[in-house]
């Protein structure tokens, strides 16, 4: 379902277009009843570098998993330099010249770089005349793309952007002519990010072909020719990536306008409903992981807490939710004060009216081996109303598990079907309305859309919303930046543990914060004292 | 002097001659945890052969055929291994539990069917057997003082299986180490996502280990019924399957570490069977029980506190499933 471009050449290969490295035709592929690819047709100029862009889930690594052999297809053909070919397995996309990077990396680790290399590839069934010839190959491949690794170096004993040139070599030893790499920089700092893209462009100019999967759009436009959007297991679009911006793949990839205005009015904010009073927490190396915070969330409003992922805020959400203790200052919820020597447990802090939607649903949220019905009461399971006798009464609670299935939209509302085989978003949307159906005083709430599909984030953020306009107060806490600033009422910047800043939600600009969240905002308006202390 | 030396040849005799299975079993053990498929089931394969070979030598007189068909037996059960747990997926520790519950009984049962003795086999004639073969020059070199009896005394007289087990460790480090399969081999245990995406099968890469596995372990099987001794007796291999993993485990598997802890528990068990009578000044006679016990007893406080970090195959247990 490519959309029609100035492609005019039908017959591949033809004269004046360029030749044609991968050309896949309607290419189908479901795993029980999860159909992840769908008619999926995609065509490949040889020697360009080719993105497939889309969201988590939408097919990308499934595609290329099948012009690997890494699954086979339900449907369609494979062409490889205008040749149909069979691809039932790894080796047959070896023999003809794919070659792949996976985004974990398929080493072995107690081997060499050179073992690794040749493994699969041997020229021989002894070792010996293997070794020399690798040997001699990699040196070929070193002077020719840039590509240097120490060949006798042990893999465990590599960084990350190292192991990938192994794994690039490794495609390159087999005679790979096209080049697959799945979210390639996924692992890697930026600046080995920008090594990987300066190989990518040598390879290119040896007349690799390149295909390049990925959800960051700043890669796509950087480096790639051109562009092929996909959603929800099928391909929507194909773009020279010349001819188009950031915008509008951001729009294909989800389907519609990105940033959907939250209809909200302004935040009325009641009584304090928390209190946190130079709070620190420590990890088990004595490292401040909350360094002396302090904040108030009062009723009726959603403050937000923005940061790089791993500057503390998950260690202040376990300390606020009572999963982990703290080591300096206080909390307080209501009228109960917590305090180093007066710790609290979670079921307490439940029971306090605070509710808490973790960060991470798989592990903390729910158990995935349970029904969605016994998932549904976790952390209330001893509430009286549950009860029959001695015993959990699973009637009561089922019935109790369709009617939140009804109201918070999880679809299917089946409560009997396993946790884990929900959808992420509707997973998240079942523990959102586990903890926010008893209308608790506070609500504490992490990552609340990481790796949910965008009609399930509109529902969220509107149930959020909704909590805070009945006089919830609500702690946000999200690495998404727009995510804080289309919720929150007030945005507090996290950096190494501390709270750098505090931003009133209608005020924010996705600039300012960034450097904020980066501590490298300096031109604060001096209103605040300490900046002048500071510098003097 | 002398009598020193006597002494020590004779024990370094009984040494080999226990450890000789022992070495066998863990080289077997090896080619299986090293493709990543835990083998428990050595022992089971052991009596089995042990029972195959001493029923084939019986019928025809040729130790040949009885290793051939131990061998053929072991390797067998290793592809039922094989198929539960490469095939199907099975668990690796239940499927080899099994199998050893399995031959266990089925060894007799077949025993009482076939020669009606309780389970033995009837006493194999002495060409059913690898009897002692003397090494050229043996007789004439036993006067040589040290060397001449070292040779004469030590490296001649054993059965050709004993010399095979030696041969075999030697031979797996080659194998493993300098061949292509060992390479593969050594990959698929840890980390088979890698040899798949390589282009190599998964399965069939772990079915030749075991293969090789259930061959060895044959070897072993017919060393115990038709070398060592001339009839299959019910549990004859009495845990020394087991002795052999914990030997390869050891030996951190690696062929040459594992062929010296398997010498190791032969010299204790050696050790032992000497002391047996032996009055202790002070306590008197040791019981006999108490110094059968003796290996076991150390095998368990070696392995648990003398052997270091031993780092098994990462992949070992664990199925092979194409994640989704």
Not at chain 1, 261 to 271: F, H, I, M, S
Not at chain 1, 337 to 351: L, M
Not at chain 1, 509 to 520: F, H, I, P, R
Not at chain 2, 259 to 267: D, K, P, Q, R, V
């Given at each position: 379902m490519t959309s029609s471009t100035d492609d005019a050449g039908v017959q591949p290969g033809g004269s004046n277009s360029p030749p044609v490295a991968i050309e896949l035709q309607g290419i189908s592929k479901a795993f029980g009843l999860v159909q992840a690819n769908k008619d999926v047709s995609i065509r490949v100029e040889a020697g360009t570098i080719h993105g497939i862009v889309g969201e988590n889930g939408a097919g990308k690594s499934t595609l290329m998993s099948i012009l690997y052999g890494f699954y086979e297809a339900d449907a369609g053909t494979i062409q490889i330099d205008g040749k149909q070919v069979q691809i039932k397995n790894s080796n047959d996309a070896i023999a003809a010249g794919i070659g792949m990077v996976h985004q974990h990396f398929m080493l072995v680790d107690t081997f060499t770089v050179l073992e690794n290399v040749m493994m699969g590839a041997e020229s021989g069934a002894l070792l010996r005349d293997s070794v020399v010839a690798a040997r001699a190959e990699l040196e070929r491949l070193e002077s020719e793309y840039g590509l240097h690794v120490d060949p006798d170096a042990l893999a465990s004993e590599l960084p990350v952007g190292q192991l990938q040139r192994v794994e690039i070599l490794k495609a390159l030893y087999r005679g790979a002519r096209i080049l697959i790499l799945d979210e390639p920089t996924g692992v890697l700092t930026p600046q080995e990010a920008e090594q990987l893209f300066r190989i990518l462009g040598a390879l290119k100019d040896q007349g690799v072909t390149i295909v390049l999967i990925t959800h960051k759009l700043r890669e796509i436009m950087d480096v790639t020719d051109n562009v092929e959007v996909m959603r929800h297991g099928q391909m929507v679009a194909h773009r020279k990536t010349s001819e188009t911006d950031k915008?509008?793949?951001?729009?294909?990839?989800?389907?519609?306008?990105?940033?959907?205005?939250?209809?909200?009015?302004?935040?009325?904010?009641?009584?304090t409903a928390l209190i946190v009073e130079n709070l620190t927490v420590r990890d088990s190396y004595g490292i401040a992981k909350v360094d002396n915070v302090s904040f108030e969330v009062k009723t009726g409003e959603i403050v937000g807490i923005a940061g790089v992922s791993g500057n503390g805020q998950s260690e202040l959400l376990e300390a606020l939710s009572g999963i982990t203790g703290l080591d300096e200052g206080r909390i307080?919820?209501?009228?109960?004060?917590?305090?180093?020597?007066?710790?609290?447990?979670?079921?307490?802090?439940?029971?306090?009216?605070?509710?808490?939607?973790?960060?991470?649903?798989?592990?903390?949220?729910?158990?995935?081996?349970?029904?969605?019905?016994?998932?549904?009461?976790?952390?209330?399971?001893?509430?009286?109303?549950?009860?029959?006798?001695?015993?959990?009464?699973?009637?009561?609670?089922?019935?109790?598990?369709?009617?939140?299935?009804?109201?918070?939209?999880?679809?299917?509302?089946?409560?009997?079907?396993?946790?884990?085989?929900?959808?992420?978003?509707?997973?998240?949307?079942?523990?959102?309305?586990?903890?926010?159906?008893r209308n608790p005083k506070v609500l504490l709430v992490g990552q609340p859309t990481r790796g949910v599909d965008i009609g399930a984030i509109e529902f969220i953020h509107r149930q959020l919303v909704d909590l805070r306009d009945k006089g919830g107060a609500v702690l946000l806490i999200s690495v998404e930046l727009d995510e804080v600033m289309t919720l929150a009422d007030r945005i507090l910047v996290m950096f190494e543990g501390r709270i750098v800043a505090?931003?009133?939600?209608?005020?924010?600009?996705?600039?300012?914060?960034?450097?904020?969240?980066?501590?490298?905002?300096?031109?604060?308006?001096s209103s605040d004292e300490n900046v002048s202390g500071a510098s003097a | 002097m002398e009598d020193a030396f006597v002494f020590i040849t004779l024990t370094a005799n009984a040494t080999v001659r226990v450890a000789t299975p022992l070495i066998l079993c863990a080289m077997a053990g090896l080619f299986s945890e090293r493709s990543g498929i835990i083998d428990i089931s050595l022992e089971g394969k052991m009596l089995g052969g042990a029972f195959m070979a001493a029923s084939v030598s019986y019928a025809t007189d040729s130790a040949w055929l009885g290793l051939m068909a131990a061998i053929m037996f072991s390797m067998v059960l290793a592809m039922l291994h094989g198929f539960a747990c490469i095939t199907h997926n099975g668990n690796q520790v239940v499927s080899g539990v099994a199998l050893n519950m399995l031959m266990s009984g089925l060894t007799v049962v077949m025993g009482i069917a076939w020669f009606s003795r309780g389970g033995q086999t009837p006493g194999v004639s002495p060409d059913g057997r690898f009897l002692p073969i003397n090494l050229p020059f043996a007789e004439a070199l036993s006067d040589v003082p040290i060397i001449g009896t070292f040779y004469s005394g030590f490296l001649s007289g054993h059965n050709a299986l004993v010399y095979l087990a030696f041969l075999a460790v030697p031979a797996t480090w080659w194998v493993v180490y300098r061949t292509r399969f060992g390479l593969r081999l050594r990959a698929v245990g840890e980390n088979p996502h890698a040899v798949d995406t390589a282009g190599i099968s998964v399965a069939w890469l772990r079915y030749r280990g075991l293969l090789i596995c259930g061959g060895l372990t044959g070897v072993a099987g017919a060393y115990l019924s038709i070398a060592q001794n001339a009839s299959f007796v019910r549990e004859m291999s009495a845990g020394q399957g087991y002795i052999a993993?914990?030997?390869?485990?050891?030996?951190?598997?690696?062929?040459?570490?594992?062929?010296?802890?398997?010498?190791?528990?032969?010299?204790?068990?050696?050790?032992?069977?000497?002391?047996?009578?032996?009055?202790?000044?002070?306590?008197?006679?040791?019981?006999?029980?108490?110094i059968q016990a003796l290996p076991y007893v150390l095998t368990v406080v070696l392995l648990a506190g003398f052997i270091g970090k031993s780092v098994a195959p990462k992949a070992i247990g664990v199925p092979y499933v194409k994640e989704r």
């Open positions: 915008g509008e793949l951001a729009e294909l990839m989800v389907g519609r306008k990105m940033r959907t205005d939250l209809q909200k009015q302004d935040a009325n904010p009641g009584e307080v919820y209501g009228d109960r004060e917590v305090t180093p020597s007066a710790p609290v447990n979670p079921e307490e802090v439940r029971k306090l009216s605070v509710a808490h939607v973790p960060e991470d649903r798989q592990k903390l949220g729910l158990v995935t081996d349970f029904p969605a019905w016994e998932s549904s009461i976790l952390g209330y399971h001893r509430d009286e109303a549950l009860q029959k006798g001695l015993f959990l009464d699973p009637e009561i609670v089922k019935t109790q598990c369709v009617s939140l299935m009804e109201q918070f939209d999880v679809r299917p509302p089946t409560p009997d079907i396993k946790s884990a085989n929900f959808s992420g978003g509707n997973q998240q949307k079942l523990i959102l309305a586990r903890e926010i159906d505090e931003v009133a939600g209608d005020k924010a600009d996705e600039k300012t914060l960034g450097l904020m969240m980066a501590n490298a905002f300096s031109e604060t308006p | 993993l914990a030997a390869m485990i050891f030996g951190k598997w690696r062929p040459v570490p594992a062929m010296l802890a398997c010498l190791m528990f032969g010299l204790l068990d050696a050790i032992a069977i000497r002391l047996q009578g032996v009055v202790v000044p002070g306590i008197g006679e040791v019981p006999v029980q108490l």
